[in-house]
């Protein structure tokens, strides 16, 4: 079961830089792919971007819908994100399945929320830029939600590393972070 | 010694999100920040994007010089990390002396490379974007190099931690990732 995050406290579900699936849904039609380039861009609002590629058929139901989803992949998932990275959803009557990822209307946005990841975000897109070779929806965060075993202020990264976010390195490599570094604010 | 990177391929210096140091100069003035908040946003030409807030003396350097270095550091300066967030250049005549870190004036725009770190990224403004109570500068890369004990086509993530870039969870809590994970892509 996941638990409500905050909009205001959702950066933390993206501050180290982890992989996402971006989810989007139009006219019947939803579908979703993983992206690295995600960030957050301000606290208050709270906003944040994602890079996605005009060709992609996720970008045209974002830019059509305005708004998108982030889900976050546990480590068990890696083939998944690989795989969806892969094949394009334009051509499938139905790639969340064709994954094996189960797809549930987020209760803000309507946004595919996907059951099987360790967060969701909804955002609603509030500006967007062509950067290069890429399109940069900026996106506020309306609702957020994680698994507690997974998150609690920031991710905890236990033992289990299925709840553990997973980065892209780039090309076929990947990796997990290692447990929580604790550093504290250093006073004068 | 570091090694050139060419900028095409500098995206792999962030794609996995680690913390940078957001370096610029201006009028004889220089300075530095942490900032966790960066991401690649295209490929060609290779652009990468930085929020940087108004407050902070780096952001107006950077507004008027127009550039902007990113410098990785290993987790080895996971202090100075810490400690170049608490405090404000603007008071102080050489924040990278205070802090104990070595500036370098970039070879490609002049935008001081920090020595001590695994990787350094020259950026040139190409676009600026408010975003919130952040400014989102898309810089495109005209320069990079890394330590190639550390960096060669991704990050190598070896043995020494101090050769592994460093991630922020958020509020106090950082992390390095594990080894690399080999995912090779799926026919069929």
Do not use: Y
């Amino acid at each position: 079961m996941k638990r409500e995050i905050p909009p205001r406290r959702a950066n933390r579900l993206l501050n180290a830089g982890c992989v996402v699936f971006v989810t989007a849904q139009n006219g019947g039609r939803s579908n979703f792919m993983p992206a690295a380039w995600v960030s957050p861009v301000s606290h208050e609002p709270p906003l944040c971007c994602v890079a996605v590629a005009p060709k992609r058929f996720t970008h045209d139901l974002i830019a059509s819908s305005g708004c998108f989803g982030l889900a976050v992949p546990g480590l068990d998932l890696i083939e998944k994100v690989r795989r969806a990275g892969d094949i394009s959803g334009a051509d499938l009557s139905d790639k969340f399945a064709e994954i094996g990822l189960t797809a549930v209307s987020g209760s803000k946005l309507g946004v595919p929320r996907i059951e099987e990841c360790l967060a969701n975000l909804e955002c609603r897109v509030v500006n967007t830029l062509t950067t290069g070779d890429h399109t940069l929806f900026i996106g506020r965060v309306v609702a957020a939600e994680a698994d507690p075993r997974a998150f609690d202020e920031t991710w905890l990264l236990p033992a289990d590393r299925s709840l553990r976010p997973v980065h892209h390195l780039g090309g076929e490599w990947f990796a997990v972070l290692e447990g929580r570094l604790h550093v504290p604010k250093m006073v004068g």
